[in-house]
């Protein structure tokens, strides 16, 4: 088994097994008794379950739902090698990750933990510049993840994204923003500083490979390390009165590190390659 420690939590996965359960009486009743077999806890089982319901952001789920939660999602899959994404998220969940995998009767697999390292400034406007549509839900990001059509607000003096998915019944439509996004990091500020004790934790132990992979690379140092196309493009935006219309000017999208450096932040792809070089590595291939 292969888990991966993130520096958000991530709960989407058992976030949407509800939701596709929740009009299905019988898949409800299915999930329900599977969770409650194999709960073990001093909380009640049914204040656990509506804490998931009900949960928010902020919220830390007992990590005996968790463990019940994670067996559930991973007995919906083929038994493969598994990346289990947001896992530990407590301190006490480093060891009960380690024997995870007996416990729910794998083979004698290598474990390896995987780190990712994103700074604060990153995870901050990612969220801070969200917006989706009402309509389809398609996400996107006003500076990160723009769309082909922008509006501007002459009241506000504000730019906005329209919808561009083809199959949304409202394409063209605004995108909003979510509701608390304009408050950043803030929320999950106690959550990224466990997170990273955490991951000092997980890189002292001693028997299991660690793969840190890094979201960012100096300025100064990307022309050595990266292509421009490997650096996360920026949005911005000019309004031109005369034609009414929105240009969209890109640019590298940079921020400063917990050290105050200037960074780039990095697209998927190298952060993958990166990935699959360290496994192969860990893994003597």
Not at 130 to 142: D, E, F, H, K, Y
Request: net charge negative; with cysteine.
């Amino acid at each position: 088994m292969i888990a991966i420690s993130t520096p958000l939590e991530n709960l989407t996965a058992f976030k949407s097994t509800l939701v596709e359960v929740e009009d299905d009486e019988a898949k409800k009743a299915s999930l329900t008794a599977f969770l409650r077999k194999r709960y073990r806890g001093f909380a009640p089982f049914q204040e656990g379950l509506d804490e998931l319901i009900n949960w928010k952001i902020t919220t830390l789920l007992p990590t005996e739902l968790i463990l019940s939660l994670v067996e559930y999602e991973i007995s919906q899959s083929p038994r493969k090698a598994i990346f289990i994404d947001g896992f530990p998220r407590e301190l006490d969940q480093v060891s009960y990750s380690l024997y995870f995998r007996n416990l729910i009767d794998y083979r004698s697999d290598p474990d390896i933990f995987v780190a990712i390292d994103i700074p604060d400034a990153v995870i901050d406007e990612r969220i801070k510049y969200r917006a989706i549509c009402s309509t389809c839900g398609s996400p996107r990001n006003l500076k990160l993840f723009t769309t082909k059509e922008v509006g501007y607000d002459k009241e506000t003096k504000m730019f906005f994204l329209r919808c561009d998915n083809p199959t949304c019944a409202a394409v063209g439509a605004r995108m909003v923003g979510k509701e608390g996004d304009s408050l950043g990091i803030e929320p999950i500020r106690a959550r990224l500083e466990l997170d990273g004790t955490l991951i000092d934790k997980v890189f002292s132990l001693h028997g299991v490979p660690r793969i840190l992979l890094r979201n960012s690379v100096p300025v100064k140092d990307a022309g050595e390390h990266v292509d421009a196309y490997e650096i996360t493009p920026a949005y911005s935006y000019e309004y031109d009165e005369a034609s009414e219309r929105v240009r969209t000017i890109e640019t590298p999208w940079s921020v400063k590190d917990a050290e105050g450096e200037e960074v780039y932040s990095l697209l998927a792809p190298p952060v993958v390659v990166s990935l699959i070089k360290q496994l192969a590595k860990a893994l003597g291939l």
